[in-house]
């Protein structure tokens, strides 16, 4: 009787341990901090490599683009209508955003940093543009009585966005469209 409750104790040791192990390898190890990827570093001169932007803005403005930020960077350029002898103004912004991983449910891996960026490239509710180089989408509001528009571009590259707002008066709004966009591949082009 004593070896049967000992080989009984035995087997359901090993079926015990053997289905542990299968559940264990099926759900795999909890992700740990180190797991999830950081986001990329951005140069520190990301404004000044987009370039001037004298043909956006009015004559009697001294061109540039200033930065701020570190993990997020933000370059603007603005001209008030109240020091412009010919009434016109323009905001010219960029954020150009680096996304890192982020963990996903339980017992799955973490999303990578390109993951995480396209999910919120999707979430933006914007028209896509066609036959751009990378994913674009675009909105564009006009200003009729001022003969104005702002323009607001999206663009996504693995693991960074750029979004560009643009508003002036008087513009055209073909002119302010193709600026953004301009603009916005720029600053993919030097954030990479």
Same mark, same amino acid.
């Given at each position: 009787?004593?070896?049967? !409750? ?7 040791? /090993?079926? %015990? #341990?053997? &289905? @542990? ?70 905001? !010219? ?7 890192? /991983?982020? %963990? #996903?449910? &339980? @017992? ?82 030097? #954030?990479?």
């Amino acid at each position: 009787m004593a070896s049967r !409750l000992v080989r009984g104790t035995a087997i359901a040791c /090993g079926v %015990a #341990a053997i &289905a @542990g192990l299968g559940i264990g390898y099926a759900l795999g190890e909890p992700v740990s901090p180190d797991d999830i990827l950081p986001a990329r570093k951005l140069p520190a001169d990301l404004c000044a490599r987009i370039g001037d932007v004298p043909t956006l803005l009015p004559k009697a403005t001294k061109p540039g683009l200033v930065q701020t930020g570190t993990s997020t960077v933000h370059c603007s350029a603005k001209a008030d209508e109240q020091t412009q002898p010919t009434h016109t103004s323009v905001a !010219l912004t960029i954020n150009i955003t680096p996304y890192a /991983g982020k %963990a #996903a449910g &339980a @017992g799955q891996p973490p999303f990578t940093p390109a993951t995480v960026a396209r999910q919120t490239f999707q979430r933006k509710p914007w028209q896509e543009v066609k036959d751009r180089p990378f994913p674009t989408k675009l909105d564009k509001r006009g200003d009729l009585s001022r003969q104005g528009w702002r323009i607001s571009v999206l663009v996504l590259r693995a693991d960074i966005i750029v979004q560009v707002d643009y508003t002036a008066h008087p513009i055209d709004g073909g002119v302010a469209e193709q600026a953004a966009l301009v603009l916005a591949e720029r600053a993919i082009w030097e #954030a990479k």
